[in-house]
């Protein structure tokens, strides 16, 4: 059987998105991998304002494991094979990564947005400084701001993710939409992903809307599969390498 290919002429545009499935290869468990759970807790719990405020020490303690392992870590087949489709296509490639493991942007990607933020960065709870590359890891101390008295609140840094129950930064949604409306062919390929956390997931149906070709590269079928013209399954180390064609 012959390997999947995806040919790219010269007038199309390229979106990709990925998740956790995309940095498995790298050793980075997936959500599914780890159950949802960390030590016994929800990831909700671990990973949401409500969880900060009831236990930071908690939150950082799992963000800082999460730093460790994100450090030791390297970029995989799959992120460097979309690194180089970048360097070809310019800005007709957009990424979109919901991962935020930072992989991409060390395998050479610049074009991209990370929609659930990075954790190598920190900001403060209380104050609009702007976020901060920050590789430390907080095990026992918690790291104060000391740029804001914390208006009333705590001033406690937090780590620069996008949890639960928050939103996404609508500058990253409008780039989405406004690269998704430009004119010319559009292809979309979601890689690694469950297709389970919105707004992401609904994001092949925006791609279709605008008249867009849609596939999933994914080791499983994903839980919004059926939205997708084609599925490739398989790992992203695997398959990325080699499967997109410039012309
Ligand atoms: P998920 O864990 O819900 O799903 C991962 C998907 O990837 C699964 O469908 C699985 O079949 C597939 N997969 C596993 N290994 C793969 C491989 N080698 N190649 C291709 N596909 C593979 O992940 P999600 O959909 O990204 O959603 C989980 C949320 O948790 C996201 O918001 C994400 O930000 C966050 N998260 C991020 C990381 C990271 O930054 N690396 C890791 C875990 C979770």
């Known amino acids: ?67 460790a392992g994100v450090l030791g870590a390297k970029p995989n087949a799959g992120h460097l094979a979309l690194a180089e489709l970048e360097k070809s296509l310019g800005e007709r490639f957009l990424l979109v990564t919901q991962n935020v493991d930072g992989l991409h942007r060390r395998a050479g990607s610049e074009r991209i947005l990370e929609i659930h933020g990075n954790l190598l960065e920190t900001k403060c709870w209380s104050c609009d400084r702007p976020p901060f590359e ?17 208006r009333g609140d705590t001033g406690l840094l937090r780590p620069n993710i996008v949890w639960f129950g928050e939103m996404l930064d609508p500058a990253h949604l409008e780039a989405i939409e406004r690269f998704m409306s430009l004119p010319g062919p559009l292809f979309f390929v979601a890689i690694g992903t ?47 390498p080699g499967l997109f064609e410039v012309r």
């Open 194 to 240: 469950s297709g389970a956390v919105w707004p992401a997931a609904g994001l092949v149906d925006l791609a279709r809307r605008v008249g867009g070709r849609t596939w999933l590269v994914n080791a499983e079928p994903a839980e919004n599969a059926s939205r997708f013209e084609s599925f490739i399954r398989g790992r992203s180390a695997e398959v990325l």
């Open 134 to 150: 920050d590789h430390a890891l907080y095990e026992d101390t918690l790291p104060m701001c000391g740029e804001c008295d914390g």
């Open 1 to 67: 059987m012959s390997e999947p290919r995806i040919s790219i002429e010269p007038d199309t545009r390229v979106l990709v998105l990925t998740g956790a499935g995309a940095s498995a290869d790298s050793g980075i468990p997936t959500f599914r991998d780890a159950n949802g759970l960390w030590e016994n807790h929800a990831v909700e719990e671990v990973a949401s304002p409500g969880g900060f405020r009831r236990d930071p020490r908690l939150v950082w303690r799992f963000y800082s494991q999460r730093r």
